[in-house]
């Protein structure tokens, strides 16, 4: 039986002088490790839409979600697979704070990420997408 497929989204957000926008998973799966904003899209919500409302609910900013740059798939608990939609964003406003299930939110750079506990391969794919920090 093909495992549960939950829809998911993300946002890759830059700040004024290229660092890349970050929050520390507060819950499983990945808890305790580094990756970009994001969570399930709800009942009639489109990933777009729902990378925008988990940037603003995990780090106080709200964003303009530009392009979709990735799908990717990847294992949860119970055989259930997330379909991850990651978008590039925009900060347009609020103020940058840890919020719903983030632990912990900041700004980083390239060489500040190699030595973070990152979700599994994010350093690899942001460099294979050019979307690492400068």
Do not use: C, N, Y
Not at 62 to 75: A, D, K, N
Not at 84 to 106: M, N, P, S
């Amino acid at each position: 039986m093909e495992g549960r497929r939950v829809p998911a989204a993300g946002a890759v957000v830059h700040d004024a002088t290229g660092r890349l926008l970050l929050v520390r998973r507060g819950h499983a799966p990945q808890a305790g490790r580094w990756t970009l904003p994001g969570g399930r899209v709800e009942a009639g919500e489109s990933p777009a839409a729902a990378a925008a409302r988990e940037v603003t609910e995990e780090t106080g900013l709200v964003v303009t979600v530009g392009r979709e740059w990735l799908v990717l798939e990847r294992p949860g608990p119970d055989g259930v697979v997330f379909e991850i939609h990651d978008f590039v964003a925009t900060v347009v406003g609020g103020e940058l704070r840890a919020g719903d299930d983030a632990a912990d939110v900041g700004w980083f750079t390239a060489a500040e990420m190699a030595a973070l506990p990152l979700t599994t391969d994010l350093l690899g794919i942001l460099d294979r997408a050019g979307l690492l920090p400068g």
